[in-house]
């Protein structure tokens, strides 16, 4: 099987704030070589780093805001966050657990610092991805999973750690989440010295970021903590080797290859639908929800 070599390692760049909970590295689109189509299905991650948030009585968060054509996926390494959306979804996420939130035909959502979290304050950091959808599915009904650790599929690789499998499929084991198209997305948690293989199609677009600590890939070149790893469009199989404890999310995809228009919340695939998607928010489709 033919390697799978490293396209680039991205430094973040500095950290801004998405409403007032969260202080993010946005590393899709903001890096010119990782913009929406070369990233295809991901459109969007924001990566809120280790941060202490001082504790507060009223909870942090993005207020009520809108999204039509893709999926919000919230992958929770320390805090709580809390969400709510105009379709009935909803729930509260800690350490290890995920929300996917499938916005398709349009809701309102906010999603915040758990209350008793913010209450006590501490240590927060959380990935969010956005998953595009097929033209066939974005005007599809919403949906919204909330996926517990507990119910993650665990690879044990012996004294090398783990992999956590939150979707797609690793040595066999298929993680919780329903997917529209074909995404893997785990959680490789290596002790210090320990090795994991990954294999993907050659087509999919493959990436990560080092959440904790720094690794190796393919026996050769270093990625620090915080940074995001991509992955060339050829070649199948890469290895990563933990330097010291580490926490890596790997996530791949198979390009959807359809037309992107994203404006603001919504990411369609024309103008004209992103002017539709404006009119029924301001017409009351996307139904209500309370700040």
């Known amino acids: 099987m033919a390697t799978k070599h490293l396209e680039a390692i991205i430094q973040p760049r500095p950290a801004h ?3 007032d909970g969260f202080r993010v590295h946005n590393f899709i689109p903001g890096f010119e070589r990782l913009n929406m189509q070369r990233m295809d299905p991901f459109i969007m991650l924001d990566y809120n780093s280790k941060y202490e948030f001082p504790a507060s009585t009223v909870p942090k968060g993005v207020g009520v805001h809108p999204h039509r054509g893709f999926e919000t996926v919230t992958i929770a390494y320390q805090g709580r966050v809390q969400h709510h959306d105009s379709s009935g979804g909803g729930g509260i996420i800690g350490q290890g657990d995920v929300q996917w939130m499938t916005a398709a035909s349009g809701v309102l959502h906010k999603e915040y610092h758990e209350k008793e979290w913010s209450e006590k304050g501490g240590i927060f950091q959380m990935v969010q991805l956005w998953v595009n959808l097929p033209a066939k599915d974005k005007m599809s009904q919403p949906k ?3 996926i517990e650790n507990a119910s993650m599929k665990r690879v044990d690789l012996g004294e090398n750690g783990y992999v956590e499998v939150i979707a797609g499929e690793y040595n066999g084991e298929k993680g919780p ?3 529209f198209t074909p995404v893997n997305m785990m959680n490789a948690k290596l002790k210090a010295g320990g090795k994991a293989t990954f ?3 050659a087509h999919y677009t493959t990436a990560g970021i080092v959440i904790e600590g720094n690794i190796i890939v393919n026996g050769e070149k270093k990625v620090p903590t ?4 991509l992955f060339e469009n050829q070649g199948e199989e890469f290895v990563i080797e933990a330097e010291d404890d580490a926490v890596v999310l790997i996530f791949s995809g198979e390009p959807i290859k359809e037309p992107i228009f994203a404006y603001g919340p919504f990411v ?3 103008r004209e639908e ?4 404006y009119e029924d928010f301001n017409n ?3 139904g209500t929800l309370e700040e």
């Open 284 to 286: 009351g489709k996307f």
């Open 177 to 179: 989440a329903f997917t």
């Open 226 to 229: 915080d940074y995001m790893l």
């Open 17 to 19: 704030y998405v409403g």
């Open 268 to 270: 369609m695939n024309t």
């Open 144 to 146: 919204y999973q909330s």
């Open 199 to 201: 294999s993907f199609p």
């Open 274 to 277: 992103i002017i539709q998607a």
